[in-house]
T-cell receptor, first 112, second 115 residues
Framework: QKEVEQNSGPLSVPEGAIASLNCTYSDRGSQSFFWYRQYSGKSPELIMSIYSNGDKEDGRFTAQLNKASQYVSLLIRDSQPSDSATYLCAVNPSGGSYIPTFGRGTSLIVHP | GAVVSQHPSRVICKSGTSVKIECRSLDFQATTMFWYRQFPKKSLMLMATSNEGSKATYEQGVEKDKFLINHASLTLSTLTVTSAHPEDSSFYIC???????????FGDGTRLSIL
C-alpha cells in the first residue's frame, strides 16, 4: 500500500509568518510530487510541482524535496488570511501509473 | 495550462433520479480520468479510474452498478449516479492529467443533493 502522510492540523500561524507544511511518502521510487490547495467547498487547485531534490520557489511558495528521506514540504512565506485552506500533498507512484496518491491534507489557519 | 471542465456544478433532485456528471479535458487528451467523492470536512476519496475505451476500475466498496462510468472519447468521461438516494449526496470531483508524470488537474466539482 503506497501511502502519503500529512499532519491533519490545524496548523495555526499569525499573518505574516512562515507556514511550514510537511508530507512523507512510502514509495521510494516516486518521481513526481505536487501540492494542492483546497478551499472549503471547492475542488483542489494545483499550486506547486517538484520533481528533483532541493528547493523550488514560486512567489511566496517554496517546495522542498528530499528523496532520500522521502519527505516533501511546502513553505508559505508572509502568510495571509487568504492562505487559510487545506493543503494536499500528492505523489505519483513509480512505474508510470497514472493513479496519484493523496495525503489527507493539512488544515492551515492564518489569523490576523 | 491543462484545464478540466466539470458540469453541472450543482444538482438538486428527488430520490430515485439518475444524475449524469460530465468531465472534459479542454486542452489535452486524457486516456485516464479519476472520479472522487468528498464529504464535508473529509478527505478526497477515490471512487474509480476511468479508462478511455475500456471498463472503469472501481475502488473497493464502490458499487459499479450504482456509479456508472463511461469514457468514450479522449476528452470526456461521464459519471452517472443511478437511482440516487439521500446518502449519495456529496461533492463529486473529477481529475485528469496530460501524462503520467504530470499533476492531476481537477474539475470544479459537482455538488449533488438528493432530497
Amino acid at each position: 500500500q503506497k501511502e502519503v502522510e500529512q499532519n491533519s492540523g490545524p496548523l495555526s500561524v499569525p499573518e505574516g509568518a512562515i507556514a511550514s507544511l510537511n508530507c512523507t511518502y512510502s514509495d521510494r521510487g516516486s518521481q513526481s510530487f505536487f501540492w494542492y490547495r483546497q478551499y472549503s467547498g471547492k475542488s483542489p487547485e494545483l499550486i506547486m510541482s517538484i520533481y528533483s531534490n532541493g528547493d523550488k520557489e514560486d512567489g511566496r511558495f517554496t517546495a522542498q524535496l528530499n528523496k532520500a528521506s522521502q519527505y516533501v514540504s511546502l513553505l508559505i512565506r508572509d502568510s495571509q488570511p487568504s492562505d487559510s485552506a487545506t493543503y494536499l500533498c500528492a505523489v505519483n507512484p513509480s512505474g508510470g501509473s497514472y493513479i496519484p496518491t493523496f495525503g489527507r491534507g493539512t488544515s492551515l489557519i492564518v489569523h490576523p | 495550462g491543462a484545464v478540466v471542465s466539470q458540469h453541472p456544478s450543482r444538482v438538486i433532485c428527488k430520490s430515485g433520479t439518475s444524475v449524469k456528471i460530465e468531465c472534459r479535458s479542454l486542452d489535452f487528451q486524457a486516456t485516464t480520468m479519476f472520479w472522487y467523492r468528498q464529504f464535508p470536512k473529509k478527505s478526497l476519496m477515490l471512487m474509480a479510474t476511468s479508462n478511455e475505451g475500456s471498463k472503469a476500475t472501481y475502488e473497493q466498496g464502490v458499487e459499479k452498478d450504482k456509479f456508472l462510468i463511461n469514457h468514450a472519447s479522449l476528452t470526456l468521461s461521464t459519471l452517472t449516479v443511478t437511482s440516487a438516494h439521500p446518502e449519495d449526496s456529496s461533492f463529486y470531483i473529477c481529475s485528469a492529467a496530460p501524462s503520467s508524470n504530470q499533476p492531476q488537474h481537477f474539475g470544479d466539482g459537482t455538488r449533488l443533493s438528493i432530497l
